[in-house]
């Protein structure tokens, strides 16, 4: 099983991987947004987010999935956004949205009901919310400073976020990855999968997992190699965490590993460094973490793109 992100591995992930739906709409949609904004000079983000499916069949009935409820990801677009960076949302289909965290999960029949004349109005204690969801999404996408793109396997994600990063390479340093999606490490590569619903009645059932080339690398190496790539590391073991982002750091060569653990995610991350570690949890007055683990992040960037450096 091979995990490093050797050309020869790449590429034949790339080549046996299932041919990506709507691919020509998705490539247009990705260069317009991207050629808009590197001719007005501005900073972009690609925020990823959300959990990648492995398939364990091709007409799939049955699949492996990877933990991420969206959060991580639609807040900091919102933080991306206040701070006036454009941003591509590339999120897993059904997680959270930005400008949406507040809205109960089956927001159209809590936050709606009946009115007296035969329509529909907003529920009075879910209106602040709803106005928010609505508000925000139309402004970003109106200003055409958001760009949402959705995916379900690991295919996909990983297709898609070639896409985007090879149109990036033009920004140069104005472009940021922030990789805050659950990338699975194990997959069923497309040709050894059965095209039917595995069948039970063998009873057990035995199946030999490949490793995914690391595609941070190819990001850094060849997709994108001018941008700010920021990755993430979730592990459940405290003691192991820190130590495996600075190995992350190290590999991959990115210029940031947010560390996060997976009960406290919400409330503490740890930014490695080649310069040291930044430790951030949240206080009785911010919202949320990522208010300054985005703020941190943008005044790296901008140091970044002024000297290719940053402190
Ligand atoms: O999506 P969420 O808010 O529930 O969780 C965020 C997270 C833990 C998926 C993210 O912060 C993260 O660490 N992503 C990378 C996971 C990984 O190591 O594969």
New binding site residues.
Partial sequence: MTCEGKTSDVEAFFASAPSLRDEDTIRQRVQVFIDEHRSRHNRLVCVT???TTVPLERRCVRFID??????????STEYFLKADYAVIFLYRGG??QPFCRSVPDDALLTCLEPDDSHGIKVRAEFYSDVEHAIRGNHEGLMSHKLLKVPYTTLFEYLQILQIIATAAHSLQRLAMFY?????S?FYVPWESMGEHKIQSAGGSLAMQLAGVPKMISVLREGWAPNAFCV?????TDQTILIQKANDALRKYRVHAV???E?NT??KK?TIVTANGDTVIERTDQAPDVEMELVGFLCEKHAEFISNGQYT
């Fill in positions: 987010s959300g959990g990877n933990f991420s409820s969206g959060n991580r990801g639609a807040a997680t959270i990789l805050a999606a659950a990338v490490d990755s993430f590391k979730l592990e947010v560390a996060n997976l995610r919400r991350v």
